[in-house]
């Protein structure tokens, strides 16, 4: 089936596995933190505390959710963009081509990928801390090379959510733009009800994305703190998020108001067209003979008029939509302020 077709190679590896994808995510989860608490019985100087149980249950966790997250996002942003090709039925373009184009020929992504790798890396290479013991034991090595791998991986699916959203918020002003253009004229409000789901997606994504950024904030707790490193790109990630928000919300308003504007033209015509025939009612010399005539007409003006202020009063942006956003981004605010060290920055002042 089309719909089963993937378009990037984690959706793929994940289909040909014949388990649920939720129970690979658990397993590995699992498998990730009975690790470190092996680690922890030999290694001296990571000892199962709070802090290191903290950031190990931090990093199993979102591994685990990242890879289960990007599998579903995949399914259920397809979906959505399918659902409106059914709705928008047009050989002059297609929501989901222009999606899958954008995924399959694209190397951005790869790009990406480097932009939020290779900084976490730099700075970490000038402030990791390392668990070798004084003899320099190969477990504490070993340890290092295993939080190094795992840094890699949340990096490396964090990339991967970033394209996925970024390819949505793209996808939808391009799709928005063709359709503003093409003749494809769909009543409004069956219009506003479809585009909805599709608002309902993306703030579901928005959520999934701001508890992801949390989690990584998390794992790099230290007792310390965050560098300032860490805290700046954390910071540009939820503005990433911000702006998925922003530009998706937009480009739907715009599918809205695109369609809005074509249904509009004939109804302001019937209206023009309306008014012309009271005002020449009116201005005969037995106007009064044609009352009757003339409140049917004005009944059927109120009708046109209610039909304008209902197409006019339909907005993507509303109370539910700015509330869940201000929702969503309490929690990894507050991670970023947790991890920021006020102790060391009280203490440094003169």
């Given amino acids: 089936m089309a719909e089963d077709c993937s378009w ?5 590896a994940l289909r040909k596995i014949p388990v649920p994808v939720p129970v690979i995510s658990l397993l590995i989860g699992t498998m990730i933190l009975l690790l470190y608490w092996l680690f922890s019985r030999y290694v001296v100087f990571f000892e199962w505390n709070k802090m290191h149980q903290l950031s190990s249950v931090a990093v199993s966790t979102l591994i685990a959710y990242q890879i289960a997250g990007v599998f579903y996002l995949m399914v259920y942003m397809k979906k959505n963009f399918r659902l409106l090709d059914l709705f928008y039925a047009s050989s002059e373009f297609s929501f989901c081509k222009i999606l899958e184009d954008k995924f399959r020929t694209s190397y951005l992504y790869y790009l990406l990928i480097v932009y939020i790798i290779a900084p976490i890396f730099l700075i970490n290479g000038l ?18 090379v295993y939080n190094d791998i795992l840094i890699f991986i949340v990096l490396f699916l964090l990339a991967t959510i970033l394209w996925i959203i970024l390819n949505m918020a793209w996808s939808l002003r391009e799709a928005g733009k063709k359709l503003e253009r093409s003749s494809v004229t769909r009543d409004v409000l069956n219009s506003d009800l479809k585009l909805k789901s599709l608002k309902s997606f993306i703030l579901k994504v928005l959520i999934y994305y701001f508890i992801c950024i949390s989690l990584a904030i998390t794992t790099y707790y230290t007792p310390i703190g965050l560098s300032v490193y860490e805290t700046i790109f954390f910071i540009i990630l939820l503005m990433i998020g911000a702006a998925f928000f922003f530009a998706g919300l937009d480009a739907i308003q715009a599918m809205i108001s695109s369609q809005i504007e074509k249904e509009l033209e004939p109804i302001n015509m019937r209206i023009m067209e309306q008014i012309q025939r009271v005002e020449a009612l009116a201005s005969q010399k037995d ?3 044609k009352g009757e005539e003339i409140n049917s007409i004005t009944s059927m003006l109120e009708i046109m008029q209610k ?23 309490i929690l990894p605010i507050m991670a970023l302020i947790n991890g920021i060290p006020w102790k060391e920055i009280m203490n440094s002042k003169p």
Avoid at 8 to 12: D, G, I, L, V, Y
Avoid at 312 to 323: E, H, N, Q, V
């Fill in 8 to 12: 990037t190679w984690m959706e793929s």
């Fill in 127 to 144: 402030s990791t801390q390392y668990f070798c013991d004084e003899r320099g034991s190969n477990l504490g090595r070993l340890l290092d």
């Fill in 287 to 289: 106007y009064i003979s």
């Fill in 307 to 329: 039909q304008r202020a209902e197409l006019l009063s339909i907005r993507i942006y509303d109370l539910r939509s700015i509330g869940t956003f201000i929702t969503a981004t």
